[in-house]
């Protein structure tokens, strides 16, 4: 908050105009005058101080909305630091289970070809083969929720620190550079889930 320029103007002619009137007065006095002369000498140190103590207050109020401004920012740039450590372990989780879930395709395609060259699968190998498959594909979409709403959440607390007139170290190139490795490493860990299981066995048995 600023000095309140309008209320130190009034202040300061009523000073002005009080001390002219003393100077007028000042010459051959009776004991009524003489008393007036010094009350407004008393008006013209209460006017003074009243002066003072309006600066005084208005430089207070400054500096208490600089503090909180510094608090704000300090607040914010914490926060957002938590969101992009949040981000990156997210991030890092998702493509191990990634990994995990392509090294035990690969495993289950080979057990699959040989169990195709020694039988025909039963019927219920094959639920069981679709239901294990549906709770990975479940459990990696709710990874992809996750990282999805933790970026969100990163875009609400910086545009809400910008709007709140708080500098922050990071830009929105910055901000867009993190969604786009998301969108990159959403787009691997779904590779091997877009593709259905029977075309997976297909494209494996070509190979051969």
Same mark, same amino acid.
């Given at each position: !908050? ?34 007036? &002369? ?8 209460? =006017?003074?101080? =009243? ?7 208005? #430089? ?26 949040? /981000? ?13 879930? #392509? ?35 479940? #459990?990696?979409?709710? !990874?992809?929720? =996750? ?10 607390? &910086?545009?809400?620190? !910008?709007?709140?007139?708080?500098? /922050? ?19 691997? =860990?779904?590779? &091997? ?16």
């Amino acid at each position: !908050m600023g000095l309140n320029i309008e209320n130190i103007k009034k202040v300061a002619e009523k000073v002005s105009k009080a001390e002219k009137e003393t100077k007028k007065e000042s010459n051959k006095k009776t004991h009524g005058e003489k008393m007036d &002369y010094l009350q407004k000498g008393i008006d013209v140190i209460e =006017s003074t101080s =009243s002066l003072i103590e309006t600066i005084i207050t208005a #430089r207070k109020e400054t500096h208490l909305a600089k503090i909180n401004l510094d608090s704000k920012q300090i607040e914010l740039e914490r926060d957002l630091g938590k969101y992009q450590t949040t /981000l990156q372990k997210e991030i890092k989780e998702m493509e191990k289970e990634v990994e995990k879930y #392509r090294i035990d395709s690969e495993i289950k395609l080979k057990e699959l070809d040989v169990s195709i060259h020694e039988l025909k699968e039963s019927e219920e190998t094959k639920r069981l083969q679709i239901q294990k498959d549906h709770e990975t594909k479940m #459990r990696m979409l709710d !990874m992809q929720q =996750s990282i999805l709403e933790t970026v969100m959440e990163m875009y609400k607390q &910086y545009y809400a620190a !910008m709007f709140a007139g708080v500098v /922050l170290p990071v830009t929105p190139a910055n901000m867009t550079n993190d969604m786009q490795n998301c969108i990159q490493s959403l787009n691997t =860990s779904i590779q &091997y889930l877009n593709q259905p299981q029977s075309q997976i066995t297909m494209n494996k048995q070509l190979d051969y």
